[in-house]
């Protein structure tokens, strides 16, 4: 089976603590995996991609194969950062398959 | 350019009526994707289009019906709609049908509302 999972609903953090995002995969092969956020009334962008080991707006993610976890951290939230975080993979037919995302509200 | 644009922006339509989504990209893409948002739920894939091929459609109802015109265009043809059907529609586009590992650019949606 090919699916993603983010336990987290909600996370709820203060500005400047540290922040991760957990997204555990199922997926038979190599996975390619992806981190989107949608900002409230904004699309859907790319934030991160596995494969190229980026860290964009602070945040970095590792793939662990052994845990099957690709989770999205950063060492200092902003408030910005507030936003909804979809975790993704690609599935075997070339279509991206989604989390059901996190919601992180940043508090000043 | 490097956006998917969708328009219309806002849609409302009654249950009898015939409408259409459209989606453009300039990217040289060549896959296209339409998706459906509900509100604080992930997007749900609906169909894939390959070099301008259907190549995927997620069991969706015939009320939907997707076409792709050409590389740059998708549309979404919309007829006798339920209320249930109100949703963000979403249309995405990627370089190959794989991602090419670079992920998929996604259009700001059409929100429609059936009524």
């Known amino acids: 089976a090919q699916r993603v999972t983010q336990p987290e609903k909600l996370l709820s953090v203060f500005k400047g603590a540290p922040v991760e995002l957990k997204c555990n995969y199922s997926y038979s092969g190599s996975p390619e995996l992806f981190w989107y956020v949608q900002y409230s009334r904004q699309r859907l962008q790319l934030l991160l991609r596995?494969?190229s080991r980026e860290s964009i707006k602070g945040f970095t993610a590792d793939l662990n194969k052994g845990e099957t976890s690709f989770h999205l951290k950063k060492p200092f939230a902003q408030e910005e950062d507030s936003a909804m975080y979809y975790c993704?993979?690609?599935?075997?037919?070339?279509?991206?398959?989604f989390g059901k995302g996190t919601k992180l509200s940043v508090k000043p | 350019d490097t956006e998917v644009t969708q328009t219309p922006k806002h849609l409302v339509m009654g249950m009898t009526n015939k409408k259409s989504l459209k989606c453009e990209q300039h990217?040289?893409?060549?896959?296209m994707y339409w998706y459906k948002q509900k509100a604080k739920k992930p997007p749900e894939l609906m169909f894939v289009y390959s070099y301008e091929k259907l190549s995927i459609n997620e069991s969706v109802p015939s009320r939907f019906s997707p076409e792709c015109p050409n590389s740059s265009l998708l549309n979404l043809h919309l007829h006798a709609l339920q209320p249930e059907d109100s949703a963000l529609y979403l249309c995405?586009?990627?370089?190959?049908?794989?991602?090419?590992?670079?992920?998929?650019?996604f259009g700001s949606g059409t929100r429609l509302t059936v009524v």
């Open positions: 993704a993979l690609m599935g075997s037919q070339g279509n991206l398959i």
């Open positions: 995405a586009s990627s370089q190959g049908t794989m991602g090419l590992n670079y992920g998929y650019t």
């Open positions: 596995h494969i």
């Open positions: 990217m040289g893409h060549r896959a």
